[in-house]
């Protein structure tokens, strides 16, 4: 368990149903979120990658609102992993749009992003969704959008891609439109299918390098 800050935020703890949440924030800003699968086999994590946090933020008061975090515990259940929830920018909204509103304010000052850090949560896979959010922002966020999504996944090649679900844009969905279109049986499968994954294979300097701008 992560008790101690890896930025300039607090640890907080929290229960969604059966599952323990952790996460580090500093005001609207949340920088990782772990959701601990409660099957006792389980290990290792897959790291999500989503646009930014929605309902969960400071010290958790919207915990059992996060539509994301219920969908991803849900896909995840029958699977032995971890979830480690991260997202391509930082501040945490309801909205997407909020997001794009405040774009000037997107990545916290006093924190880089979590991408050369994952050591300690023994991710041994990720996934990609995103979703197509950011395709309704202007010419200018919507390519700097697609700038992160290129570093990110440059910053993740050293660990096994999963499948993801795409929707029409090409672009992966977000764990919502898992839950909306049915979709979570599909999601389960591809954990499973990863169950021969471990991070114990992986080198440790596979972790480390440049940050993420």
Known sequence: MIEHPFFCGTVYYGWLRCWRVSWESSGDYRFWCFLRNPCKAAVDSVAVVCLNPGSLSHAGKRLARDTTLRALTNAFAPSSFHCLVLN???????????????????????ATLIFTRLRMFSVAAYMMAYGDDHLSASGLISSEVSRRIR???????YLRPLPVLRNHS?????PRRWQIEK???????YLRSASSYS???????????????
């Open 151 to 157: 570093a990110v996944e440059a910053k993740l090649s």
């Open 88 to 110: 391509l920018f930082d501040l945490s909204t309801t909205r997407p749009a909020d997001l794009f509103t405040r774009w000037n304010e997107r990545d916290s000052k006093c």
């Open 199 to 213: 991070s114990r294979s992986l080198r440790p300097n596979h972790y480390e390098g440049s940050e993420v701008r």
């Open 183 to 189: 979709l979570l049986p599909r999601c389960s499968s």
């Open 170 to 174: 090409g672009n992966p969905k977000h």
